[in-house]
């Protein structure tokens, strides 16, 4: 019996929601990053892309546990001298919670070239209504 390796032709990439109303950030960004990399499948290959889509839905309803809204930053910088910005995480759960969601689950993969093409399978949406209504989403309950 030979061991199975995952490859483009026999990869089969379903689509989940996730809801993250109610639910901190980080579980919620843990467990898309596990669908994102395919880990939770039996066919799962480490060197292999072989992970689904995933929509994470009511991004701006995520909660952040202790004092992490005060105290957590989202840091930036330009690369020049006084090019640092930084944004408080309170603002920014207001103004951009998708890019707070996003920020997490790019921290929990791998830092290779199989992040690139994971990320470009997560959607994002601050609300409860997504535009993937055609792809015949299922809803992830196991959390």
Known sequence: MSTFMANKGNIVRK??????AGKPLGKTAAVAATLLRGK???E?????????????????KAVLTGKKLDQKYYRTHSGWVGGLKET??????QDK???AMRLAVRG???????????????????????IHAAQKPELWAAE
């Open 97 to 99: 919670p998708e890019l």
């Open 44 to 60: 799962y290959t480490p060197h292999a892309d072989c992970g689904d889509f995933v929509i994470v839905i009511n991004a701006e």
């Open 108 to 130: 929990m993969l791998p830092r290779n070239i199989i992040t690139k093409d994971s990320l470009t399978r997560l959607k994002i949406f601050r609300g409860p209504e997504h």
């Open 40 to 42: 939770h499948k039996p």
């Open 15 to 20: 689509w989940y929601i996730l809801d993250a």
């Open 88 to 93: 408080q995480y309170r603002k920014l759960m």
